[in-house]
């Protein structure tokens, strides 16, 4: 464990020279505080094993109740006490900074490239109309308003004053949390569509396919937010960060009001619980596909038995793995799988949130990859087929 100790205070509780432990009846220890305390943990002092006095703090065997300013710890054991304050991960003024340049960074680069994306996928989907082009061409739609919006808000944001607010910061705020919405069900949809494609294979045709998808993956978020901004949801987010346990600097963003007495249960439901079952579905998707080509390169070895055959497929056999990485790895961004990475934020240091910060921050790039990779593929299949019929001529 990680943190503050509250007030720099280590209590030692002893009986006698030798260790107790496993006490029926738990010690209750009262730390008070002239503040209330949030993220307290009761711990103890847990020394290693090379007898050096060097060791780690442990909430091993101790269960804490915080109520207002008191933290009361209840221990099956004697030792070295204390209390840590926010034992989760903070952020401090220089760290947040550079994870805001980050993330604006990368997404400049991820308008950039969607835009190309946007382009990419309405040429392919004028060549050869398909179901899954459109699915992507929405996609991106989406991922290009999340992007445009988190520009745009944190810019006006910066403008404003510290205690205003305005109409425009309230209708950044809808459009980022409608955009946000709507790309977490386009990539559900995403991963809805390659189970149809995967699993269930025959039988799969449905009526206005697309059109549902549409009024599925835009009408519910519009739907949303509309009961959202009709409740005056919307406005500045302020988030304080702490560096060494004292609140020293405020992040703001035209979002999810701050203010506004249930903010925490509309952020909950909306970019936690439902994004976790959309990442868990997608993921699922994803595995599935690793497993699909697998077994396809099981196969193609089982078909080759002439010496030939044998040589040219070990040849071949790393390039066909370093693909078919690429594609897993491509489709997990596609279907939205790094941003399970938020988990990380929790129970990692910096590095979670970095790597969750440029991974998703990127994702426009990789939506580009994926449309040039499908462009490569449809002029492999044209020129496979130009090929053929000219032998057929000849």
Known sequence: RSGTVLDNSV??????????????QPVRLTFQNNRKMEGATCVFWQETDLNNGTGYWSAEGCQTNVTGTQVVCSCDH??????????VLSVDKDSAASLSYTGFAGSALSVFFTILALITYSSLQRRRPEK??????HLAGALLGLHLSFLLGGFWVSMLNE?????????????????LLATYFWMALEGFHLYLLLVRVFNIYIKNYVLRLCLVAWGFPTLTVAICGSVGVYGKYSLSLNDNGNQNSTVQLCWIRSQFPHSLLVSYITTVAFPFLVVLF????????????????????RGSESGDDWRKMNEDSWSRLWRNGATVLCL??????????????????LTGIYL????????????????LALTCKSRAEKNSSVLSSSQKVT
């Open 11 to 24: 209590l030692m509780v002893k009986a006698g020279e030798n260790p107790v432990t496993n006490l029926l």
């Open 78 to 87: 004697l030792t070295f006490f204390a209390v840590l304050v926010n034992p």
């Open 132 to 137: 899954s082009v459109t699915v992507h061409l």
């Open 163 to 179: 205690n205003d607010e305005g109409w425009v910061c309230k209708g950044l705020g809808l459009l980022l949390h409608w955009s």
């Open 282 to 301: 997608n993921s699922s998707m994803v595995c599935l596909v690793a497993v699909k080509l697998c077994g396809l390169r099981r196969r193609r070895s």
């Open 332 to 349: 997990s961004c596609l279907l939205g799988v790094p941003w399970g990475l938020a988990g990380l934020t929790y129970i990692s240091d």
């Open 356 to 371: 969750f910060t440029v991974l998703n921050s990127l994702q426009g790039v990789f939506m580009f990859l994926w449309a």
